[in-house]
């Protein structure tokens, strides 16, 4: 159908080269229509508005409830994780440590793998606390202490013996506290 018949036959052949096997013609086209008194639907002017309107009813014909959920449960996420990031940070190392502990245990095959892991991780510590009892130092008590408060305790007596300051009656006096004082 055409305006007014004119082109209707040209229309009918192109309808038939795409496929279409018997193709109507409205003698008159669209206007014999209307003038027969047939049901005619004057179309709406369609503006962007109406346009959008029609494809947001669309799409949420296809939303479900899930989906709402969903986004509604997504949106609370994105915002913690925006308002309290170090916390999200902190909850996501957790988890990648989490998984990769896990993916880890579950690769071994045999008791040997976790000993062999365990070996691993040990090493370490102990090397690490050979290296600290040597760089330690025993205090009068003989309990460790790191080199710091040797130099620190040194330097508090040093400054008692030169304001001719005196231990407290009951006090011991470390043997470095007798050396200062009778240097001072």
Not at 4 to 16: E, H, N, P, T, V
Not at 139 to 144: A, D, E, I, K
Request: glycine share 8%; net charge negative.
């Amino acid at each position: 159908m055409d305006n007014d018949g004119s082109r209707s036959k040209g229309i009918a052949r192109a309808l038939r080269k795409v496929g279409v096997k018997r193709p109507y013609l409205v003698q008159g086209g669209y206007r014999s229509w209307v003038q027969e008194g047939l049901r005619v639907k004057e179309p709406k002017p369609e503006t962007t508005f109406t346009i959008l309107n029609e494809e947001a009813e669309a799409i949420l014909e296809d939303v479900t409830l899930l989906q709402v959920l969903g986004y509604g449960v997504g949106f609370l996420a994105a915002a913690y994780a925006l308002l309290e990031w170090e916390t999200t940070l902190q909850l996501i190392a957790i988890f990648g440590l989490s998984q990769s502990i896990y993916r880890r245990v579950a690769s071994y095959e045999n008791s040997n793998d976790f000993n062999r892991d365990v070996r691993q991780l040990v090493v370490p510590v102990k090397l690490g606390i050979s290296w600290a009892a040597g760089k330690l130092e025993t205090n009068c008590n003989g309990l460790p202490t790191l080199p710091s408060s040797v130099n620190v305790q040194s330097r508090v007596l040093q400054a008692a013996a030169k304001h001719g300051s005196q231990p407290v009656e009951g006090e011991e006096v470390s043997p470095n506290a007798e050396n200062l004082s009778e240097a001072a």
